[in-house]
């Protein structure tokens, strides 16, 4: 099972931009997909998108697109989600999940990591 | 984009007794492309089963999901403390991947 590490707590005034990053185990990273799940206090769960490390392609929510970006390092085993223009409704935490991946495709989410608290606030 | 909805959005139960939780999709799920996650206070969700029906590793077998196409169900039988919890389906067979909007099962 592919352990996930996140990286920590964030605070970021409105307008600026926030890099979650998502530090895989495991030796089958450039195979792997990824997405990324935020959760908003006391609500439910919000898909972002997802990226697939082996051929590079990717999905991002609609009302997420133009400003998520999920890239991967190989040379890491890290996968990253950046969120520019950020709001007072971007304050939740975010969590990544390793996707499994066969036969050109990637499915369900069974690994997660520990989340990251991000806090847009003046 | 496919919309899930989950009911009850709340489920109070006795110890012992048996949970029955359903998600309803507004279109039909690929493939049964559809899993059913746990998540209790403070923690990240914790797969429980994959393709409609498959238990994911390690969970117990007092869990079972069925279904096809718009409507699934998760099945907890004999409820124990560890599975007071938020309950999330979610489908992954159409872009864009979406959730319910979460089952909370209670204890009673």
């Known amino acids: 099972q592919v352990q996930l590490v996140q990286s920590g707590p964030e605070v970021k005034e409105p307008g600026a931009s926030v890099t979650v990053s998502c530090e895989a185990s495991g030796d089958n990273f450039a195979n792997s997909g990824f997405s990324w799940v935020r959760q908003a206090p006391g609500q439910g769960l919000e898909y972002m998108g997802w990226?697939?490390?082996?051929?590079?392609?990717?999905n991002y929510a609609e009302n997420l697109q133009g400003r998520v970006t999920m890239t991967a390092d190989t040379s890491s085993s890290t996968v990253y989600m950046e969120l520019t223009s950020l709001t007072s409704d971007d304050t939740a935490v975010y969590f990544c999940?390793?996707?499994?991946?066969?036969?050109?495709?990637?499915?369900?989410?069974?690994?997660w990591g520990q989340g990251t608290l991000v806090t847009v606030s003046s | 984009e496919i919309v899930l909805t989950q009911s009850p959005g709340t489920l109070s139960l006795s110890l012992g007794s048996r949970a029955t939780l359903s998600c309803r999709a507004s279109q039909s799920v690929s493939a049964g492309y559809l899993a059913w996650y746990q998540q209790k206070p403070g923690q990240a969700p914790r797969l429980l089963i994959h393709g409609g029906s498959l238990r994911a590793t390690d969970i117990p077998d007092r869990f079972s999901g069925s279904g096809s196409g718009t409507d699934f169900t998760l099945t907890i039988t004999r409820l124990e403390p560890d599975d007071f919890a938020v309950y999330y389906c979610h489908q992954y067979g159409s872009s864009p991947r979406t959730f319910g909007q979460g089952t909370k099962v209670e204890i009673k």
């Open positions: 990226i697939s490390v082996f051929n590079g392609n990717h």
């Open positions: 999940a390793a996707l499994f991946c066969g036969g050109g495709g990637c499915y369900e989410m069974r690994s």
